[in-house]
């Protein structure tokens, strides 16, 4: 599991808010498929009964009298690089399987069920012993990227949630086709929050995600400040890129919101690390000066072509929460 905790702060490929489905499963009985790829770790509510049994927030099979095994195929919502795999049985404590594995294999968006039931998978997690009410973690070593991934489970149970962390490889070559600029910050993309000072309400990785915020927690919105200084986010782009227009997204937040932004960034040509990007020897460059904000409004700001850039520091001042960043631009 120790190998497991470097890979938390990736990318969840199979999540439900970036475009995950469950395709198919063997059995689903007791509990959808469905829910393998909802947020959180699943809860439990004593006295919730359906017409097939006990409510469960998760996938359950029922109990298999005949050989085999049950199994789910899920379709990733962004392709990429699997580094590691939780198979979580929160509250599945004396219906949870035995052991699982989990598979992949790379093919296209519009393949049939039966295409990939006969795909070339590839066995990233050989079958191992899981425990009931538990995180199950397990890293992965493959530079392959795939599409889909096949839990099995033996012989059959429950999973409460299913969590694949890698690194995101969209489609360059096509993207690069394109005539409007590109979010190059999107998690579509391969946009990251790396690190920032202060996430005490709502988490980092919220500012990149698609789509609008659903409320205020679907943002990032630090604590209130009571000493010097502002609050700072570092991002990578999912792309090398120029940048010729940011959107700040304030939305939901109206008593919270920033009083202002500034963003800077800077190009490396090779990985660094968080240590090294927060060290103090980074040369920032501006992208944009300090700018005022207002509350529950969408600012867009229009930056010319600047870069070309790998990384971004967004400060606001002095804190507070922003529901999305946006950073349109092309690839270099």
């Not at 930056?303 to 804190?319: A, C, E, Q, S």
């Amino acid at each position: 599991m120790s190998e497991f905790t470097d890979l938390v702060d990736l990318v969840d490929l199979v999540a439900e808010r970036v475009g995950g489905k469950a395709l198919e499963a063997s059995d689903e009985f007791f509990a959808e498929k469905e829910n393998l790829l909802k947020p959180g770790r699943g809860v439990f509510i004593a006295d919730k009964y359906t017409d097939r049994g006990k409510w469960m927030d998760g996938w359950e099979s029922r109990r298999k009298r005949t050989p085999g095994y049950d199994w789910c195929i899920v379709q990733l919502g962004l392709p990429g690089q699997i580094r590691g795999v939780d198979i979580d049985t929160n509250f599945f404590t004396g219906n949870h399987p035995e052991s699982a594995s989990l598979e992949a294999c790379e093919a296209a968006p519009s393949a049939t069920a039966e295409e990939l039931r006969n795909a070339s998978w590839v066995e990233l997690v050989p079958r191992a012993q899981l425990k009931g009410g538990s995180q199950n973690l397990f890293a992965v070593s493959s530079d392959r990227r795939f599409t889909h991934v096949r839990l099995n489970i033996f012989p059959d149970g429950g999973v409460a949630r299913l969590r694949v962390r890698g690194v995101v490889l969209p489609d360059w070559a096509a993207l690069k086709k394109k005539d409007e600029p590109i979010d190059l910050l999107a998690v579509e993309h391969g946009g990251r929050a790396l690190i920032t000072n202060d996430m005490y309400f709502s988490h980092k990785d919220n500012l990149t995600m698609p789509g609008p915020s659903a409320n205020m927690g679907d943002g990032w919105e630090t604590r209130r400040k009571r000493g010097p200084g502002n609050d700072w986010m570092i991002l990578s782009l999912g792309h090398l890129g120029t940048l010729s227009r940011i959107e700040v997204d304030t939305s939901h937040f109206k008593g919270n919101y920033p009083d202002r932004c500034s963003l800077e960034g800077a190009r490396f040509d090779k990985e660094v690390s968080n240590d090294f990007l927060t060290g103090g020897s980074v040369r920032w460059q501006e992208i944009l000066p300090q700018t005022k904000l207002e509350a529950n409004r969408r600012h867009s700001f229009e930056l010319g072509d600047k870069g070309p850039f790998t990384h971004v520091r967004f400060n606001i001042f002095p804190d507070g929460g922003v529901a999305r960043l946006r950073l349109f631009g092309q690839p270099a």
